[in-house]
T-cell receptor, first 115, second 115 residues
């Protein structure tokens, strides 16, 4: 079974600085999708960024980018120019391309942004 | 706010009660999901309805019963729950097509407390 590991339960960053959240996953499949979701306190979980495993180029969305290392099964999220509104729980998720109904999440990383 | 709504937002129930959680998606999606989110644990996928067909999850106790009357509505019927069932229950939806499965969009969740 695929598992997703986020080794950092908590992280903090100074406003305007850069922070990287780690995620590793375990799979024997060659094709899959990876996601980072953000869940602000008492608010809805929203998609931050997604990566298709067959794409070698790292996905970027404004201040958010990923470092996708397929061989190492690593999928880290970099947040540049951190803002107070970035404070949230961040979840890494894996979805198989062969089983569309199976999506696995990591336990999450709580990010604090210090003014 | 995304196009997925959930009611109620908070629910307190006794172990002998019967209650239902409701989810509605306004995104035109054809797949809906129930997740359980407990503190410091990864999200657990409970049930999936894809193209209005239910995908069984054998690890979910029978005291949880899903219902999907159409592609826009999803219910989770609860009866004789246990205190360990207290959690945030998240609903999500996505679009399934021959090209694969699009990103899942989440509702705000129902915070359930079982006394």
């Amino acid at each position: 079974a695929q598992t997703v590991t986020q080794s950092q339960p908590e992280m903090s960053v100074q406003e305007a600085e850069t922070v990287t959240l780690s995620c590793t996953y375990d799979t024997s499949e060659s094709d899959y999708y990876l996601f980072w979701y953000k869940q602000p306190p008492s608010r809805q979980m929203i998609l931050v960024i997604r990566q298709e495993a067959y794409k070698q180029q790292n996905a970027t969305e404004n201040r958010f980018s990923v470092n996708f290392q397929k061989a190492a099964k690593s999928f880290s999220l970099k947040i540049s120019d951190s803002q107070l509104g970035d404070a949230a729980m961040y979840f890494c998720a894996y979805r198989s391309a062969y089983n569309n109904n199976d999506m696995r999440f990591g336990a999450g990383t709580r990010l604090t942004v210090k003014p | 706010e995304t196009g997925v709504t959930q009611t109620p937002r908070h629910l307190v129930m006794g172990m002998t009660n019967k209650k239902s959680l409701k989810c509605e998606q306004h995104l035109g999606h054809n797949a809906m999901y129930w997740y359980k989110q407990s503190a410091k644990k990864p999200l657990e996928l409970m049930f999936v309805y894809s193209l209005e067909e239910r995908v069984e999850n054998n690890s979910v106790p029978s005291r949880f019963s899903p219902e999907c009357p159409n592609s826009s509505h999803l219910f989770l019927h609860l009866h004789t729950l246990q205190p360990e069932d207290s959690a945030l229950y998240l609903c999500a939806s996505s679009q399934v097509s021959v090209a694969g499965v699009d990103t899942q969009y989440f509702g705000p969740g129902t915070r359930l407390t079982v006394l």
